[in-house]
């Protein structure tokens, strides 16, 4: 079964500094990753995936993730925080063998404070 | 331009009577979604479609259904809200389920659901 864990309920960091939202997950083969973003009262839009190559991705609005496969790791970051940034994040993973739907992480609420 | 249109926005229903939320696509996706999210929670899948075959999740209540007639519209029907249904309703669709990251999933706006 695939599963992901986003530890931090909560982050908090000053406007212009870096920040990271983490994620770990769990699949028995090799995993598919993803970054969605929540605004209040909206769906969720896609920031970035991760499928093969590079193990930094690079996305939208100037997030970019890093693939850890010895961590299982998939952390979003960002290197200097906008007020704007302030949202729910939710990582996601899907197995690369079969077809299987996504499965979201209980997301991390992001507050940049200026 | 929108892609995935939810409809309505926000949708209030008496406990017990039966409602239907909407979700249409301009994508031509094969695959389209259906998530229960409750406030800060986690969306949680309730089924999805791949082109015309229905794939429940386990864990879906009864309560919860879906039709597909065509491949741009999905409706979800609940037949007999109760209060811990109020939530919101997340349409996505995505081109297939497949190994070569199309499976990327387009998420609507969501339908607000409050059971009163």
């Known amino acids: 079964a695939q599963s992901v864990a986003q530890p931090e309920d909560q982050v908090n960091v000053a406007e212009g500094n870096p920040l990271t939202v983490k994620c770990t997950y769990s699949v028995s083969g090799n995993p598919y990753l993803f970054w969605y973003v929540q605004y209040p009262n909206r769906g969720l839009q896609f920031l970035l995936k991760?499928?093969?190559?590079?193990?930094l991705v690079k996305g939208s609005y100037g997030f970019e993730a890093e693939f850890n496969k010895s961590q299982t790791s998939f952390h979003l970051k960002k290197p200097s925080a906008l007020v704007s940034d302030s949202a729910l994040y939710f990582c996601a993973v899907r197995d690369i063998k079969g077809n299987t739907p996504l499965v979201f992480g209980k997301g991390t609420r992001l507050s940049v404070i200026a | 331009d929108a892609m995935v249109i939810q409809n309505p926005r926000y949708q209030v229903t008496q406990f017990g009577k039966p409602v239907t939320l909407s979700c249409s696509q301009t994508?031509?996706?094969?695959?389209m979604y259906w998530y229960q999210q409750k406030s800060s929670q986690a969306p949680k899948l309730l089924f999805h479609y791949y082109d015309k075959d229905f794939n429940n999740e386990a864990d879906t209540p009864d309560n919860f259904q879906s039709r597909r007639p065509n491949t741009s519209f999905c409706f979800l029907d609940i037949r007999s809200p109760g209060l811990g249904d109020a939530a919101m309703y997340l349409c996505?669709?995505?081109?297939?389920?497949?190994?070569?990251?199309?499976?990327?999933?387009?998420f609507g706006p969501g339908t607000r659901l409050t059971v009163l």
């Open positions: 996505a669709t995505s081109r297939d389920l497949g190994t070569s990251g199309t499976s990327r999933q387009f």
């Open positions: 991760y499928i093969t190559g590079d193990n």
């Open positions: 994508l031509n996706h094969n695959v």
